[in-house]
């Protein structure tokens, strides 16, 4: 059996903004899949599918991981074609954001450097 193992990236800069590749083998009814799957079996073709760069809030919490140490936001977002991305929501200190809102993706960091993906608010509500 062959294995083929991906080396793209799942991001993407464009024009318009940040995009995720999300991955479905090609001519397949298969769901997409976001990440993309790092192995494939069976040698079959692997499609990208771009997403982003905005979606849809679909929920979301506040992470407080503790004294002394600064809270964080958690999403998931819906993105167009039906793939739900779970990520880093960038909120303002007492904001709040109304599921349902539009996000649009940006670049961020990771603690050990490596480029990923966040979520930012179009639009944040104070509490």
């Not at 954001?97 to 608010?121: K, M, Q, W």
């Amino acid at each position: 059996m062959r294995l083929t193992q991906r080396t793209a990236s799942h991001l993407e800069e464009t024009a318009d903004g940040l995009r995720l590749l999300a991955a479905q083998r090609a001519g397949s009814s298969e769901p997409i899949q976001f990440p993309p799957p790092e192995f494939m079996h069976g040698g079959a073709d692997i499609v990208d599918v771009p997403i982003g760069p905005t979606g849809v809030l679909y929920t979301y919490t506040v992470v407080h991981p503790g004294r002394d140490k600064t809270p964080y936001a958690l999403a998931m977002v819906d993105f167009e074609p039906g793939v739900r991305v779970f990520g880093r929501l960038m909120l303002a200190t007492d904001a709040q954001l109304p599921l349902g809102s539009t996000v649009r993706l940006i670049p961020h960091s990771l603690p050990d450097g490596e480029a990923d993906y966040a979520f930012a608010a179009l639009e944040e509500v104070a509490v």
